[in-house]
T-cell receptor
Framework: KQEVTQIPAALSVPEGENLVLNCSFTDSAIYNLQWFRQDPGKGLTSLLLIQSSQREQTSGRLNASLDKSSGRSTLYIAASQPGDSATYLCAAILTGGGNKLTFGTGTQLKVEL | SQTIHQWPATLVQPVGSPLSLECTVE??????LYWYRQAAGRGLQLLFYSVGIGQISSEVPQNLSASRPQDRQFILSSKKLLLSDSGFYLC?????????????FGPGTRLTVT
């Protein structure tokens, strides 16, 4: 059974700092990995999806990497802003049977002025 | 462009009452549809998914059920709610394509069972 872990559970940084969020998964036979952002009381916003054949994806100040051999993915946020404050979730996508997502428990990020 | 709707946004129901949550997707055809639950202090849990009309797969045994009466409509139901059914219910869709794996989520329904 796939298990996804995110460390740290919570993180507080000053504005402008670069930061890294970590995601670990137990089954390296994942097909893809997707990163989401969730604001309090809201649904999930998709940030990046990395296919198993890729090693990283970039969108603006966000860069996500995937290392299947070590069972790890990282989300790098450059020049953090208060608007980046949210919970960040990673999810491993398994092949077949509807391409189901297995979610981590998230990292709650607070970027302070 | 595609959009996903969920209603109601919030719901307070007594224990033992029935439940019906609705999710609809616009701007796409034959999407894969998913119901997730996010309970307090717990991660997101997949409840049901559907690859087509009338095709429902259940991930977690519980007193909930799902139906897909139309291509872009997904309904989550219960005949008798339990306190443990409280949580944030999220619907998601994915394009029916071998090259598209990204899932997109709706705004969610906050359910409180009292």
């Amino acid at each position: 059974k796939q298990e996804v872990t995110q460390i740290p559970a919570a993180l507080s940084v000053p504005e402008g700092e670069n930061l890294v969020l970590n995601c670990s998964f137990t089954d390296s036979a994942i097909y893809n990995l997707q990163w989401f952002r969730q604001d309090p009381g809201k649904g999930l916003t998709s940030l990046l999806l990395i296919q198993s054949s890729q090693r990283e994806q970039t969108s603006g100040r966000l860069n996500a990497s995937l290392d299947k051999s070590s069972g790890r993915s990282t989300l790098y946020i450059a020049a953090s802003q208060p608007g980046d404050s949210a919970t960040y979730l990673c999810a491993a996508i398994l092949t077949g049977g509807g391409n189901k997502l297995t979610f981590g428990t998230g990292t709650q990020l607070k970027v302070e002025l | 462009s595609q959009t996903i709707h969920q209603w109601p946004a919030t719901l307070v129901q007594p224990v033992g009452s029935p439940l019906s949550l609705e999710c609809t997707v616009e701007g796409t055809s034959n999407p894969n549809l998913y119901w997730y639950r996010q309970a307090a202090g717990r991660g997101l849990q997949l409840l049901f998914y559907s690859v087509g009309i009338g095709q429902i797969s259940s991930e977690v045994p519980q007193n909930l059920s799902a139906s897909r009466p139309q291509d872009r409509q997904f309904i989550l139901s219960s005949k008798k709610l339990l306190l443990s059914d409280s949580g944030f219910y999220l619907c998601a869709w994915r394009a029916d394509s071998r090259s598209s794996y990204e899932q997109y989520f709706g705004p969610g329904t906050r359910l409180t069972v009292t």
